[in-house]
């Protein structure tokens, strides 16, 4: 299996509602970070899993919260959303944290 | 002061233009630079990455780097419709993070 997937792909939320995101890495990727995207803006750094375990994290808030599992998928978990979490998630992966990392298509949040 | 500054733009060129593309930072830290390309709705592609000063060129594309004057480029020969999109810088210190210009969009006119 070769690329980075995301799903889902768009949605809608409620402020004050949770939400979870999800990538796929690419068979054999260990290394999964996270990026929020704003609109007309560059990604900015949320956290890194390496070997399932958090390696790095970004100036994010603790609702901002995030898993990995051994088949090389992860999760992106926010709580008590805000309007201001509206963005582009994205979802990069790479082998040992190696430089180059794949970047997944994202998924496009809303907060109403 | 941000980290890493980027122009972001837009940029208009005619197809067959060589654009420059353009990143200033300041932290010493960063050892790896790395350009991405950014499609509309889609996610960053990455496009090149150098590790020193100085040159490293793979077909249209040439990137720089001056660690001397913390700064990188992108240069973009013989200019394709197809290029048109926006370009992000990307600096990485220590294997986790990587920090990201604003972006320049690009717009090639054929």
């Known amino acids: 299996e070769t690329g980075v997937t995301q799903s889902p792909t768009h949605l809608i939320k409620t402020r004050g509602q949770q939400v979870t995101l999800r990538c796929s890495s690419q068979?054999?990727?260990?290394?999964v970070s996270w990026y929020q995207q704003a609109l007309g803006q560059g990604p900015q750094f949320i956290f890194q899993?390496?070997?399932?375990?958090?390696?790095g994290r970004g100036n994010f808030p603790p609702r901002f919260s995030g898993l990995q599992f051994p088949n090389y998928s992860s999760e992106l978990n926010v709580n008590a959303l805000e309007l201001d979490d509206s963005a582009l998630y994205l979802c990069?992966?790479?082998?040992?944290?190696?430089?180059?990392?794949?970047f997944g298509s994202g998924t496009r949040l809303t907060v109403v | 002061q941000k980290e890493v500054e980027q122009d972001p733009g837009p940029l208009s060129v005619p197809e067959g233009a060589i654009v420059s593309l353009n990143c200033t930072y300041s932290?010493?830290?960063?050892?790896?630079f790395m350009w991405y390309r950014q499609y509309s709705r889609k996610g960053p592609e990455l496009l090149m990455y150098?590790?020193?000063?100085g040159n490293k060129e793979d077909g249209r594309f040439t990137a720089q780097v001056d660690k001397s004057s913390k700064y990188i480029s992108l240069f973009i020969r013989d200019s394709q419709p197809s290029d048109s999109a926006t370009y992000l810088c990307?600096?990485?210190?220590?294997?986790?993070?990587?920090?990201f210009g604003t972006g320049t969009r690009l717009a090639v006119r054929p």
């Open positions: 068979s054999g990727h260990n290394t």
């Open positions: 899993y390496y070997r399932e375990e958090e390696n």
């Open positions: 990307a600096l990485e210190s220590s294997g986790d993070k990587l920090t």
């Open positions: 932290n010493s830290a960063f050892q790896y």
């Open positions: 150098t590790y020193s000063s």
């Open positions: 990069a992966s790479s082998r040992d944290r190696v430089v180059g990392y794949t």
